[in-house]
């Protein structure tokens, strides 16, 4: 996180950035500024000025005089006028005899050198002379507030929402301040970075650099924030978005070598790895849980049956998303060439999330009966990260052959069996009728027995294949059962979701194919397919950040993940 800061504040520039951050920083530190920069009134040198102790050290008065960057040769006494020695000079000439303030005229003075990024070697020398000839002991000392200094204030005093420009803060604040309704907090957050995402539109790669930048320390407040209110929700939520964004804005510079996109790719990696963070923090607190009995339904805290289920497919999602991570991490260890201990840690971590994952669907048998059609996505995430180990093939027949009689029997009962339905007032009084108009209202489409289908085939089972038919020949002869394949403009829309994309494969007749049958139509269709490998978070071989797309954007997982590992 210091690194960070530190890399931001290099950037920020002399005027209307740096030097307005670092008043709050100061009055946040417990000094009394009593001088900031302004236009058109002459400064004598002094950007800032506050008097007060700093770590408990003596009452000082601190007269800052700023630049942006690095401080070189060229910044020091280049003959400019805002060249920082005229400006030392002008302070100890100028400034300290005539604009102290009565109250503090026998306090002694620190002058304080303050530049966002490093002191370079060139001019360290001269710098080290003129503060050597102008101390005077007692009355006049001096101090470098470089990147490193002002990053470790920052962080210790200042990890707040100061680090933003003005036109954005109030969307963070405001997701700070709605963190008890986490859904709330995170449309504040989204618009934070929306508008963040929109300083990139002219694809300038300095205004990349401070966007992402820029989210990722927003990212980071609102993660110690839900932490210190012990409320994660709207972190995790926001840190999916975040990923997918900065992806967005950084996709194109990853066939570039320059210095500035070095720096982007750098940042989005922290991003990366801060969501993951937030994730295993998330899964942590869950953790105990998963082993009670209907442990985790109970925690839901709902009489609802519908919020019950909808949370427990939703958490089967993300516990599942922590689990691809940690094969993403195993995979890159081996491409590495790690050592023994390394691979054996990641492959047991795996392993743990696998375990913790067939727990929960075990405990809480609501997993067994899918409300949502929807609920496809978070069954395939979870079925690909329990099929990366083939002991657990078994486990996986045993939960589809489960799922697919229980769905059987609320279309017989006219229970809550999955449907199409997106306002939450209308689910939750699903079925509003036992009648077959009403059935076919609700379920006019699916996802869902194509993809039972598809890992019948998969899995070989024929018991799967022959449920999901019956459910299909007695209930939905009228429903358009459908596959989703990436097409041409996915790339674009994938990890923003500003436009629909993607082809439906439909019209296939499911009750008329036999399993082989039907998993080489969706293979072939998987080979005329061959917009997911343009897909750039495949080609960079960062493919989590697609199952991330689908579920928080609730789109089908494609079935190319199951064929290149599996068939």
């Not at 082993?291 to 019950?308: P, R, T």
């Not at 999901?468 to 041409?488: E, F, G, K, M, R």
């Amino acid at each position: 996180m210091k690194l960070i800061i530190k890399e931001y504040l290099a950037s920020l520039k002399e005027r209307k950035e740096l030097d307005v951050l670092l008043p709050d920083l100061l009055s946040q530190m417990g000094l009394i500024v009593f001088s900031k920069a302004g236009i058109g009134n002459r400064q004598y040198g002094v950007d800032v000025a506050a008097y007060g102790r700093i770590n408990n050290g003596a009452e000082k008065i601190y007269l800052f005089s700023i630049k942006s960057g690095n401080l070189g040769r060229r910044d020091w006494d280049a003959g400019q006028p805002t060249d920082l020695r005229p400006s030392l000079q002008e302070i100890l000439d100028v400034y300290v005899p005539t604009h102290i303030p009565n109250e503090y005229k026998d306090k002694p003075v620190e002058i304080c050198l303050c530049f966002g990024g490093d002191l370079n070697e060139d001019v360290r020398l001269n710098v080290t002379s003129f503060i050597k000839n102008s101390t005077v002991e007692g009355k006049i000392t001096f101090s470098e507030w470089s990147g490193e200094k002002l990053a470790q204030y920052i962080e210790q005093y200042l990890l707040k929402e100061e680090l933003l420009p003005k036109q954005y803060r109030s969307y963070l604040r405001k997701s700070l301040a709605m963190l008890d309704e986490p859904e709330i907090s995170h449309t504040y957050f989204k618009q934070l970075v929306c508008l963040l995402k929109k300083n990139t539109e002219t694809q300038n790669n300095k205004n990349i650099l401070t966007s992402v930048r820029q989210l990722y320390i927003s990212l980071w407040i609102l993660y110690v924030w839900c932490k210190t209110g012990n409320n994660l929700e709207s972190a995790y939520l926001s840190s999916e978005f975040a990923v997918l964004n900065a992806w967005d804005i950084s996709k194109e510079l990853h066939k570039n070598n320059g210095k500035e996109n070095k720096f982007i790719i750098e940042v989005l990696v922290k991003i990366i790895r801060l969501h993951t963070q937030i994730l295993f923090d998330f899964i942590l607190k869950l953790k105990p849980l998963i082993f009670n009995l209907y442990g985790v339904s109970h925690a839901i805290n709902s009489s609802c049956s519908v919020d019950v289920n909808i949370k427990l497919f939703d958490i089967l999602g993300r516990l599942s998303l922590a689990g691809l991570w940690m094969y993403f991490d195993l995979e890159n260890l081996k491409l590495l060439n790690a050592s023994e201990k390394e691979l054996q840690l990641a492959e047991n971590g795996l392993l743990s999330i696998q375990n913790l994952l067939k727990t929960l669907i075990s405990n809480n048998p609501l997993l067994y009966t899918p409300y949502k059609d929807d609920h496809a996505i978070d069954i395939s995430m979870a079925i690909f990260l329990l099929a990366l180990n083939k002991q657990n093939q078994e486990c996986i027949k045993a939960w589809l052959i489960r799922m697919s009689f229980m769905i059987s029997f609320l279309f017989r009962s006219h229970g809550y069996y999955p449907n199409n339905i997106h306002d939450y007032q209308n689910l939750i009084e699903h079925p509003k009728e036992a009648t077959e108009d009403y059935r076919k209202e609700v379920t006019k489409a699916s996802i869902l027995y194509p993809m039972l289908a598809f890992f019948a085939g998969l899995f070989k089972s024929d018991e799967i294949y022959q449920a999901v038919q019956n459910i299909c020949a007695d209930y939905l002869s009228h429903c358009t059962l459908q596959l989703w394949y990436p097409d041409q403009a996915s790339e674009q829309y994938f990890y923003n979701d500003e436009q629909p994309h993607g082809a439906a494969f439909a019209n296939f007749y499911l009750t008329k194919l036999d399993k082989e049958n039907f998993l080489q139509l969706v293979l072939n269709e998987c080979n005329q397919s061959q917009d997911f490998y343009e897909l750039s978070a495949i080609k960079e071989s960062c493919w989590p950040i697609i199952m991330i797309a689908c579920r928080y954007y609730r789109l089908p997982l494609p079935l190319h993940f199951f064929k290149d590992k599996f068939l």
